[in-house]
Nanobody, 116 residues
Framework: QVRLVESGGGLVQPGGSLRLSCTAS????????MTWFRQTPGRLRELVAA????????NYMDSVRGRFTISRDNDKNTVDLEMNSLKPEDTAVYYC?????????WGQGTLVTVSS
């Protein structure tokens, strides 16, 4: 079965950095585009970053572009989100996700709190 497991969240001060990791299993990883979403209470889950199957192309929401970097390792079945220059508004639960045959799968989420 499809399984996505995130790790790396935690508490960080504004301006700090965190690296989130997602380990995937249960599907052919190198044929699937991977994404990171985030959600705060009372708000819709929003797409943060996406990366194509080979990692050749990435996309970011406007508010994180230039600060966040999504990457993948198809030998290890992992996708990472490097977050730099973090702001309080980046506080959210971050989810790794994949769309497979019209079904979207989610990890359990990892909480990122940006606060002084």
């Amino acid at each position: 079965q499809v399984r996505l497991v995130e790790s790396g969240g935690g508490l960080v001060q504004p301006g700090g950095s965190l690296r989130l990791s997602c380990t995937a299993s249960g599907f052919t990883f190198n044929t699937a585009a991977m994404t990171w979403f985030r959600q705060t209470p009372g708000r819709l889950r929003e797409l943060v970053a996406a990366i194509t199957e080979t990692g050749d192309t990435t996309n970011y929401m406007d508010s994180v572009r230039g600060r966040f970097t999504i990457s993948r390792d198809n030998d290890k079945n992992t996708v990472d989100l490097e977050m730099n220059s973090l702001k309080p508004e980046d506080t959210a639960v971050y989810y790794c996700s994949v769309l497979l045959r019209s079904n979207r799968y989610w990890g359990q989420g990892t909480l990122v709190t940006v606060s002084s």
